[in-house]
T-cell receptor, first 110, second 113 residues
């Protein structure tokens, strides 16, 4: 099955800093989503982005499907951005399910 | 408000005592799914449903049952819970299977003693 690798596994920032999270996947995908799990455990959908670029406030994401990676950019980070960021993909012509990466744990210090 | 509602949020039970975790969505979504999240293992799919009366096994279906009798509801049933089913459970839904965002409920933390 498809493999999903996220990097870095851990990231510590000062408030106001920018960051880039990466998601690599091993095969062609027809579905890629980014999620944020906050410290209370809630999973929030950030982007549905199988290709191209999207922006939502301080967050943006880019997926380069031909090169099998996606990037999540966080600008001017805030303490509320802390948590774990997951990338999830569905393999093209594959198993009809989202496969999740292990996540990047982000800590934003005041 | 559009949402996926799971109940209960926390549940402590004993081995072998049947339990049901309810899940309901008010977005008229066709696709619903259950996941469990465990440290070091990440999020793994238990069961999913493409539409009413259609359910399929995910990666870790053993020990679980589901039903989809109505579009909005997708309960998770543990007929005889065991300690290895202690986990954080999430229900999720999307408009269709692969081409729309997946929305999660707030989670149910289950402890089986």
């Amino acid at each position: 099955g498809i493999q999903v690798e996220q990097s870095p596994p851990d990231l510590i920032l000062q408030e106001g800093a920018n960051s880039t999270l990466r998601c690599n996947f091993s095969d062609s995908v027809n579905n890629l989503q980014w999620f944020h799990q906050n410290p209370w455990g809630q999973l929030i959908n950030l982007f549905y982005i199988p290709s191209g670029t999207k922006q939502n406030g301080r967050l943006s994401a880019t997926t380069v499907a031909t090169e099998r990676y996606s990037l999540l950019y966080i600008s001017s980070s805030q303490t509320t951005d802390s948590g774990v960021y997951f990338c999830a993909v569905e393999e093209e012509g594959g198993s009809e399910k989202l496969v999740f990466g292990k996540g990047t744990k982000l800590t934003v210090n005041p | 408000e559009a949402q996926v509602t799971q109940n209960p949020r926390y549940l402590i039970t004993v081995t072998g005592k049947k339990l049901t975790v309810t899940c309901s969505q008010n977005m008229n979504h066709e696709y619903m799914s259950w996941y469990r999240q465990d440290p070091g293992l990440g999020l793994r799919q238990i069961y999913y449903s493409m539409n009413v009366e259609v359910t399929d096994k995910g990666d870790v279906p053993e020990g679980y049952k589901v039903s989809r009798k109505e579009k909005r509801n997708f309960p998770l049933i543990l007929e005889s819970p065991s300690p290895n089913q202690t986990s954080l459970y999430f229900c999720a839904s999307s408009l269709d299977r692969g081409y729309s965002p997946l929305h999660f409920g707030n989670g149910t933390r289950l402890t089986v003693t």
